[in-house]
């Protein structure tokens, strides 16, 4: 099933929805891989490397899908950023959680914030994606995941889980490369001054930051 037929409720709902299809449907050894490869990824060290809450933000400048550069201190001049990595258009996990935060997106801009998305996507994948689910924010392309390496959230998807579902043809497609890496599915919220205010790190692709949790950071740091 489509991840569209989901966005119903909360995400967090939606989220656990999907997941308990996935494990009814799923063929076992598709589950273990995928569960071992969540579980290698955490073992990395990825999640103590990454930036984090309190650090500086590195600068980026990337093009949207239709062209046109953004650079994240350009936008922080406007106010606190919504940051979110998604994997790419590809994943259900990902269009769920864009979803659900254009779906808030008015609420975001009340609470003050912004919202850019990154993929390692081509800009032309990302123009799909974003019209698609019709979101009306800014949706980037980070090629060869550089501005992923300068966050620290670049990982190399392991061979047995590249192997299910022919993944590697989907991100050679979607990616214009053949390195099968990914960015880890995090967001953050970045803060006027470019310090991260809050962020949003899990080593397990299902699991997703709710537009709630981040009209919480933002509604606080604009007291």
């Not at 494990?23 to 273990?32: F, G, N, Q, R, Y």
């Not at 801009?109 to 019709?134: F, N, W, Y």
Request: with cysteine; charged share 25%; aromatic share 8%.
């Amino acid at each position: 099933m489509s991840s569209l037929a989901y966005a119903t409720s909360s995400l967090s709902e939606d989220l656990d929805r999907f997941v308990k299809e996935f494990i009814d449907k799923a063929p076992e050894d598709v589950k273990s891989d995928f569960n071992k490869g969540v579980d290698e990824v955490r073992n990395s060290g990825i999640l103590r490397k990454a930036i984090n809450v309190g650090d500086n933000a590195p600068e980026f400048t990337l093009v949207n899908a239709i062209g046109e550069y953004v650079s994240l201190y350009d936008q922080l001049e406007k106010g606190p950023v919504v940051l979110v990595w998604y994997r790419g258009g590809w994943c259900p996990y990902c269009n769920l959680q864009l979803q659900h935060i254009q779906m808030k997106l008015s609420e975001i801009h009340q609470a003050g914030g912004q919202v850019i998305a990154i993929s390692p996507e081509l800009p032309d994948r990302t123009m799909t994606t974003k019209e698609r689910h019709m979101l009306e924010f800014q949706v980037l392309s980070d090629t060869n995941n550089k501005v992923a390496d300068d966050y620290k959230l670049a990982y190399t998807v392991p061979d047995y889980v590249v192997d299910h579902y022919d993944l590697s043809s989907k991100l050679n497609a979607h990616n214009g490369d053949e390195e099968n890496r990914l960015p880890l599915a995090v967001t953050y919220v970045i803060g006027k001054n470019g310090i991260v205010e809050y962020a949003f790190l899990d080593a397990d692709y299902k699991n997703r930051a709710t537009p709630e949790e981040i009209i919480a950071v933002l509604s606080n740091i604009n007291k």
